[in-house]
């Protein structure tokens, strides 16, 4: 082997590297997020995996924990937000309509770029 | 060597290029403007794939508070609750225009959509603030759906005029979001945003293609599925708007049966044909708004003639036992996403 085919294989595999590592799965958007809107504002942003915490305010109480989010407690008269469940992959909500607010999963890369319901 | 190396680099540079502009990476993506308002008394989302378009979105959400405070049967002071009110009023001209469209696409209906259902809607108050849970007794929903008849609405061009006969009341819940759509996707025409999806609180507009050059993936909710956000199909979309009708919008349950929101207006009861859900594509949403709820109301083979006898719009519907049932337009734009249903 010549010292110019290493020099190519040597720069042919720092771009595959680098391009690898531009779009590797960490930033592409696999790395989906719990977004809380109240009134029009986003109040919480957090990681959906690896979290244990919470959102709340005096209406509203939001957990977000092992990779799952539920609307814990409201004060709303339907309780819709409450009897909603679960969500836990990117594109899905939670909506309370008396309180204003709104969990969302978001990711960059998600399957869907939106939902007709 | 050296002319090797150059080689080299040409082809790792082309690469590169090659790689971006494919836009399979995160660049491509996060150029976005999104913001979220609670509008028509829904969650309304409006997303531009381009860094600068917050101008354009505080636009079209001012036009879409605007519809609401025109239209809202809600408001007393709106248009609609004036008119509703009084029995007559002067409407201005886009407020006449939509519910001259309503009453247009009531006729093509056959009153399946009709504007003219408040009576009913207001004796059930299905999916209001406070939870109702009682079925209202045989003759209250009599007496209220002899109120329903679209018919009986005299408007008067010349004046702006709209005039209602006793007792009647206008509910534009089944048309103004479709026309809210419509008016914020003018407003993204004009500004020239090439890429962008609008939700209104789950009337999708897709604007464009996305940033990749490919058709949008909407997904259409699976009428069954708890929580909220699963799909059952995923729809090809460009330029299109996409909206659908459906029982587990705003229901309750007594004594085993669901009692949702979409009344069929010659009984007075809440439609029970086997539909769950229906979905129209069309270029237009007010249109598409109207005839979700027309479809739901009239069934599968009835629904499904009357998307058909209007140009450039398709349907898919869901019935109770699971079945999808689609317009042969849409057909190949449709992605089954869920094994418990089945395309027919």
Known sequence: MKKGDLLIIAILLATAALLFLAFSPRDAGGVAYVVVIKDGRQVFREPLHGTDTHWADAHNRVVVRDGRVWMEWSDCANQVCVHSGEIGEAGQQIVCLPNRVMVRIEAANAALDGITY | ?344
Request: net charge negative; proline share 3%; charged share 25%.
């Open chain 2, 1 to 344: 060597m050296k002319k090797h190396v150059r080689k080299a680099v040409a082809v790792a540079a082309a690469l590169a290029c090659a790689v971006a502009a494919a836009g399979c990476g995160p660049q491509a993506g996060e150029e976005r403007t999104t913001r979220t308002r609670f509008l028509l008394g829904t969650v309304v989302t409006l997303t531009a794939y381009q860094s600068d378009a917050g101008e354009t979105l505080d636009r079209a959400f001012e036009r879409i508070g605007q519809i609401e405070d025109e239209m809202s049967a809600h408001k007393p002071d709106s248009q609609i609750g004036r008119l509703n009110a009084e029995g007559t009023a002067r409407l201005t001209a886009d407020v006449f225009f939509v519910l001259e469209r309503a009453l247009n696409m009531a006729a093509l209906s056959g009153g399946a959509f009709d504007p003219t259902v408040l009576p009913l809607s207001r004796l059930w108050r299905i999916g209001g603030e406070t939870k109702q849970i009682k079925v209202p007794p045989a003759d209250e929903v009599e007496k209220a759906r002899a109120l329903v008849d679209y018919k009986k609405v005299a408007l008067d061009g010349e004046t702006g005029t709209a005039t209602l006969e006793k007792g009647m009341g206008v509910d534009m819940g089944g048309i103004a979001k479709g026309y809210a759509a419509d008016e914020a996707w003018r407003i993204f025409r004009e500004d020239g945003v090439k890429s962008a999806v609008l939700d209104l609180g789950g009337n999708v507009v897709a604007i464009g293609t996305r940033p990749d050059g490919r058709p949008w993936r909407i997904g259409i909710r699976d009428p069954r599925a708890q929580p909220e956000g699963a799909h059952y199909a995923v729809l090809a979309l460009s330029d299109e708007a996409a909206v659908t009708s459906g029982d587990y919008q705003r229901y309750f349950e007594a004594d085993g049966l669901r009692y949702h929101h979409i009344f069929d207006t010659s009984t007075g009861y809440p439609a029970r044909n086997g539909v769950v859900s229906a979905t129209i594509v069309s270029k237009d949403s007010t249109t598409a708004d109207a005839l979700s709820t027309a479809v739901f109301v009239l069934g599968v083979d009835k629904g499904l003639a009357l998307v058909e006898s209007v140009e450039g719009t398709e349907a898919l519907v869901v019935t109770e036992d699971k079945k999808v049932y689609a317009t042969p337009g849409i057909r190949d734009r449709v992605e089954m996403a869920s094994t418990e249903y089945t395309l027919q």
